[in-house]
């Protein structure tokens, strides 16, 4: 019998489904940058050995991981390479954070600050000297006036 | 006035070397130096076992997750990226891989070759789609600059793939970004890493709570773990100065796009530097602080794992973190453990690794490691053998001025003791003059071959300079070796007192979890009554010690004052040579340097 407490879980319903289909259109929003990351009809590279390469559109939005701290960094390193002596706070202990997966893994996001990075300085006759670090070596390693290439020779005495 | 500081200083220094050569024994001290053909270049003295690379304390560069640069011929993943490198050559690096967890494209039942995902992290027009005209180079027939930084990456990847297996993608982020570059000085070329870290205990990879990189951990489980880049995801971030292709190192300067390793002389071969770059990414990297020796949230990089130190006999997960602190730097004990990696580099590196092999006495015995001279003459093959002496030389002022550089031991001016050189082998300390110098006065003594004894770190510093009439062979050793070396070849360095009291200074440094360090203190004599010692680097003053002369007092007694800067364990013994009678102060272990004050110490006046 339709009457009005039908009437009202009627309604209720439908207003159920239509969260519900909110929220299927907010994860399916949500999904498609991903689904960009293969974008029909690009086929990927196949390297002569086998190897193979897919390239994926530019996505302003992958700017997004942790380009502050990237700014930072470098930003600091700029500094060191002007030979300024500046503080290196939050550079060599960036903030990790760690989360438990659904898989029950434990996931951490590294800081920028434990990137691997080569730098080159140029000696007086114009050939580079180059070195791999993390920060601070890094910077230290830029504004050395000897820099330790640790391959090399120190200089005289 | 100047000229009479420069009398005083110089009374002084002689004073010093009064102390230095008089009524003091040294021992008889045998070695040679050679090329050790049975020791392949990049591996340990003793165990053979790879060797990764450790900065010097005093001189920090790069981290442990790197090859040792003595590995010949030069390796990827050594810290300085070399241009003798084979091009796009992975050499001995898949081994390592393989020992962290990697399956290898070769390995039975393996998956494919890893696949990649690129994603450009820069918007259109610049960086892999910059429509600059391109010239061309050796391999790589882009005709825009973006295409040839299309082709160069692709060849690294490539490279990659070919040797890792994986069912799960690897998404690569990359970036082309003007970063740090001063013409004429230095440039961050690039920057890469992995973006997360994953640790199980309950047995998805193969060691329980170990941390894994993004991609390996991906390649273990065979599935995506960090999700999408757009969301947040991604596996490794690689960034690339662009700038360095604007000539901002000088004109002419850039990036070599060739794709076959012949890069001109003022240009900079990318493909090798993210090729290297890279492999850090991919796992060639521990996420343990080198600086603090503390993990990431308390558990090991699946690559700590494979890192022994030798000295210490433990690998980096069985150490405190002060242990793995000092064992990150410690010069060529920290090795790669790894069965794959070293059955990799069994047959790649070369033979022949220079070392000082110490015979006599026994406390001293052993190989140490040593840094070559670019001048004089070359390690005979069938090595240098001799007596190694101490060489004293003038007391020649410091250049700076001040006593706290011992200037007699450096060999900046003739030696004064050539028949102790003659023949033999001389010991000099680093520090106020050319290298070039110093082993010119040696060689002008009569040895015929010169250690140089670092004073600013444990590394042995390889030696530059030019000199044709050198023509000895000239090595270094590192500060801690060196010392241990001098404590038995040179003379013992008692400070001589009113022209009566011997003082000696012995002191033992305990350090957790490390072998005792112990040794003789350097009396430096400041004036009749007064001493200061140091016991490793003479840039370091530990105490002063002064006997006054008391007997004129009411209960008359030489007195014995001193103090210090110092926690370390130290016997401090006054001798008075007038009579035999001897008296010895202790400060134990840990606790600061207790003044001593004593009124009565020799009641043997006068």
Redesign the interface.
Known sequence: MFDEHSARRIVRGLGAAALVAVCLGIVAF?AT??Q??EPAGSA??T??????????P????????SAAE?AQL?AE??R???GEVAARAGL??GP?S?ER?D????????P?S?????????RPD?????????EP??A???EAPQ??????????? | MDRQRTILRTALLGLLVLALTAGSVAAQVTGEIVINQTRQQGTHRSSGALLM?T??PI?????V??WD?SATP?LLM?????PDLGFLDLDITPGLMSDIGWPLTGDPGAP?????????????GVGF?DPTPFAGANGNDATTLGGAR?NLI??V??AW??SLASDA?VDV?V?W?P????A???????????????????G?FPFNNT?YSAAL?EALVGQD????????G?DI?V?INSAIDDEC??AGTGYYYGIDGNQP??Q?DLAP?VL??LG?GLGF?S?T???TGQE??GHPTVYDRFLRDEKLGMTWPEMTDRQRQISATDFRDLTWVGAEANALAAPYLAFGMPELQVTAPAEVAGAYEI?T??FGGPIPAGGLAGQIACMIDAPDLPAAGGLTERTILDGCSAAENPADLAGRIALID???????DKARHAQEAGAIGAIIVNNSGDSP?????TDPDVTIPVVSVGASDGSRIREAACPSQAASLHDRFQVTVRWNRQRPGLPADMGNGHGVQITNNTAWFYFARPDNPQLLVKIVNGCGLENPAWWVLSGGVTNQEVWITVEDTANGVSKTYHNPAGVPFRTTLDTQAFQTCP
Not at chain 1, 47 to 56: A, E, M, P, Q, T
């Open positions: 949500g940058p991903a960009a990351a990927p590279t390297l002569s050995n086998g190897v193979i390469i897919h390239w994926n530019v996505n302003r939005q992958y700017e997004a991981p990237a470098f390193l700029q060191q390479l002007a060599t202990s990790v760690v997966m898989n029950g893994m434990m996931r951490a996001r590294l920028l434990m990137l691997n990075l080569s730098v080159v300085r140029m114009g050939s580079f000297a180059g070195l791999c670090s993390q070596s890094a230290a390693f830029l820099a330790p290439a640790p391959a090399g020779t120190l200089e005289e005495r | 690379y900065p010097d001189q920090p560069g790069s981290s997750s790197h640069t030069n050594e810290p300085a990226i070399n494919g070759p890893v696949e990649f995902n690129i994603f450009p992290l820069d918007p259109p789609s299309v692709e060849a990847l490539g793939g070919s993608p982020l970036t970004q970063l740090p570059c001063v004429g000085a230095g440039a961050v070329l690039a920057a890469a890493g992995p973006l997360y870290a994953f640790f199980d205990d309950q998805a941390w951990a773990l960090t999700g999408a880049p757009a969301d947040n991604g971030i960034f190192l000088g002389p003022n900079i530097v290297h770059e850090h990297s996420f602080d080198d600086e990431l949230q840094g001279a670019v680093r520090g106020g003059c050319a290298f070039v510093p390889g030696l530059g300079g």
